[in-house]
């Protein structure tokens, strides 16, 4: 509650609980305005949506002007919002940068790395192994559904991303290189024995497609193909690959194993053109171990297979 005036403990006293009660409501507001529901705000925050509700409202109430308008069921900013979002994000960062510097953790805690899924096994892990290798201390999370707004809210450190959409102030975009791609067939393919097979006759064969963007992002669009089998995510993409179930386009890094086992082959006459992977963070405010992963990132794309026959 708010505290009455003349309860004898003054002006002083009024101010420091007002704005105690003001920094209490910041983390509500800003889930609240970064999935845009009350229900999504409640099933993280653990709170009622009524309490989320209040919350809000005497935010408003302290600023003196509306942070959000009703759009049919969902909650959206309104301009007065956007520019208090954009504060609070900031000195939330500046807190936890802080307060990461002072307990000396620069290089010790969870590290939250992103990675598409069809790279996550060649990039993001192969950058823990040789960043365990310098700093034992580090431990690491690892996701594959990371992407620019997840980085700006705090939620992942270091997004690598294939689209990276242009920087701004609170994104900062750091190319990382390229990642060659091909397209592979199973032993059981009727390509197999015909690697050097032309364009066109690869491309009507059946295809798998993968609901990961990342494996169709250079994909020309005058490539028509047909449908062989649909997967949700790229994981299964060298398994079904492998059962000769249709043709795949790969990334040569992630079935380097299978072609050097005999169990893929590259069809050569087919160019795709490579991946250009790009990592996504916030800005540098303090010191942390965002530059340091991002240099290890872009080492380790330098040092992946290029096409393997």
Do not use: N
């Amino acid at each position: 509650m708010r505290r009455k005036k003349g309860d004898g403990k003054g002006t002083q006293a009024m101010k420091s609980l007002d704005l105690e009660s003001f920094w209490s409501r910041l983390p509500a507001f800003r889930v609240v305005a970064e999935h845009g529901s009350l229900p999504a705000a409640s099933q993280l925050l653990r709170l009622s949506p009524s309490a989320i509700s209040r919350s809000i409202h005497l935010l408003e109430e302290d600023l003196g002007r509306p942070l959000f308008s009703r759009d049919g069921g969902r909650l959206q900013l309104t301009s007065s919002g956007k520019c208090f979002l954009e504060a609070v994000r900031r000195s939330m960062r500046l807190v936890d940068d802080g307060a990461t510097a002072l307990r000396g953790e620069e290089h010790a805690g969870p590290f939250r790395l992103s990675a598409p899924a069809a790279l996550l096994g060649a990039i993001a892990v192969e950058v823990v192994r040789r960043e365990r290798g310098e700093h034992p201390g580090w431990t690491f999370s690892l996701s594959c559904d990371g992407d620019a707004r997840g980085v700006v809210s705090g939620i992942v450190d270091v997004a690598v991303v294939v689209a990276p959409g242009p920087p701004s102030d609170e994104l900062e975009v750091h190319a990382l290189g390229e990642v060659a791609m091909g397209v592979y067939c199973g032993r059981a393919h009727p390509l197999w024995a015909r690697q050097q097979a032309p364009v066109p006759e690869v491309l009507a064969q059946p295809f798998l497609v993968s609901a990961d963007s990342t494996l169709v992002a250079g994909w020309p669009a005058h490539w028509r193909t047909t449908t062989a089998l649909e997967l949700v995510g790229a994981e299964g993409a060298v398994a079904a690959c492998v059962a000769s179930l249709g043709l795949a386009a790969l990334p040569c890094a992630m079935v380097a194993a299978p072609v050097a086992a005999g169990t893929l082959r590259q069809l050569l006459a087919v160019v795709v053109p490579p991946l250009r992977l790009h990592a996504l963070r916030r800005p540098l405010l303090a010191a942390d171990r965002a530059r340091l992963v991002i240099d290890r990132l872009a080492s380790v794309v330098r040092d992946l297979p290029g096409a393997t026959l």
